[in-house]
Antibody, heavy 120, light 107 residues
Framework: EVQVVDSGGGLVQPGGSLRLSCGAS????????MSWVRQAPGKGLEWVAN????????YYVDSVKGRFRISRDNAMNSLYLQMNSLRDEDTAVYYC?????????????WGKGTTVTVSS | AIRMTQSPSSLSASTGDRVTITCRAS??????LAWYQQKPGKAPKVLIS???TLESGVPSRFSGSGSGTDFTLTISYLQSEDFATYYC?????????FGQGTKVEIK
């Protein structure tokens, strides 16, 4: 079964750090771009970042540039999101998602999400 | 960043109704547009890609159209399992952006 499983969320104080993880199975992880998408409580979807198959090209939404870092380990079939200098507005459910097999920029496989709460 | 604007933000409909949701991009995006369905507490699910391509396993009552800046998602015969929130997303340029969502509720 093709799936991604996201984890690592939790409660963190403003200014703190957290690392999210995403494990992939059922497909050739190293052949796909991968993304993180978040959803603040009661709000819509916001694309956060993505990373190319070889890990050498990444893109970020402006609001996280310089604070978040996306990375991957193809040998471990894993995707990561290192989040530093966290702010209240980073509170959200974070979804790991696979970019489509066609190479286009939509997401066709999603994790269940992991919740990040930034609060003192 | 390209802004995606959906209308309406919410709508009430009955089972069997035809429902249309529109999505407008703030600039040209060709057909680089996807539609997602999200149910409460669940991850989004892609319905339509490239503006009009029905994804595998998605019922044929869903259809998409449009190009350039104006797009439409149509549900031809609303079923009970279609009550959800729908989002459009452009993948023409970075950062990828979503519309604010359209909540389809039971009348």
């Amino acid at each position: 079964e093709v799936q991604v499983v996201d984890s690592g969320g939790g409660l963190v104080q403003p200014g703190g750090s957290l690392r999210l993880s995403c494990g992939a199975s059922g497909f050739t992880f190293s052949s796909y771009w991968m993304s993180w998408v978040r959803q603040a409580p009661g709000k819509g979807l916001e694309w956060v970042a993505n990373i190319r198959q070889d890990g050498n090209e990444m893109y970020y939404v402006d609001s996280v540039k310089g604070r978040f870092r996306i990375s991957r380990d193809n040998a471990m079939n894993s995707l990561y999101l290192q989040m530093n200098s966290l702010r209240d507005e980073d509170t959200a459910v974070y979804y790991c998602a696979r970019d489509s097999s066609s190479g286009l920029g939509f997401m066709d496989v999603w994790g269940k999400g992991t919740t990040v709460t930034v609060s003192s | 960043a390209i802004r995606m604007t959906q209308s309406p933000s919410s709508l009430s409909a009955s089972t069997g109704d035809r429902v249309t949701i529109t999505c407008r991009a703030s600039q040209y995006i060709s057909t680089y547009l996807a539609w997602y369905q999200q149910k409460p507490g669940k991850a989004p699910k892609v319905l339509i890609s490239s503006a009009s391509t029905l994804e595998s396993g998605v019922p044929s009552r869903f259809s998409g159209s449009g190009s350039g800046t104006d797009f439409t998602l149509t549900i031809s015969y609303l079923q009970s399992e279609d009550f959800a929130t729908y989002y459009c997303q452009q993948f023409y340029s970075y950062p990828r952006t979503f519309g604010q969502g359209t909540k389809v509720e039971i009348k």
